[in-house]
C-alpha cells in the first residue's frame, strides 16, 4: 500500500478555456433558442435589480460597531 497521498483529478478545462468555453455555450444558446432569451434577459435583469437594491441598502445603511455583538462567540466554540 503506497502511504503517500494521491494527488486530485483536476479538470483539463482551466482559467481562460473555462470562461471561453462558456461564453460561446451562452451566445449559441442566445442565438438559436428564443425561450432563452426571456430566460437571460429576466435572470440578468432581476440580478442587476438585486444588486443594486442591496448596494444602495449597504450604502445608507453601513454596519457599524454598535450594530455587531460583543461576544464574538456566543456558543462557546473555540
Known amino acids: 500500500m503506497d502511504s503517500e497521498p494521491k494527488a486530485e483529478r483536476t479538470s483539463f ?8 468555453i462558456a461564453v460561446v455555450l451562452v451566445a449559441f444558446l442566445l442565438i ?13 435583469g432581476l440580478g442587476v435589480v438585486l444588486a443594486g437594491g442591496i448596494y444602495l441598502w449597504n450604502k445608507f445603511n453601513p ?15 473555540s
Do not use: M, Q
Not at 63 to 77: A, Q, S, V, Y
Open 13 to 20: 478545462l482551466k482559467g481562460p478555456a473555462s470562461l471561453i
Open 32 to 44: 438559436f433558442l428564443p425561450a432563452y432569451r426571456w430566460f437571460f434577459l429576466i435572470s440578468v
Open 63 to 77: 454596519i457599524t460597531d454598535k450594530d455587531t455583538p460583543d461576544d464574538k462567540r456566543p456558543l462557546g466554540l
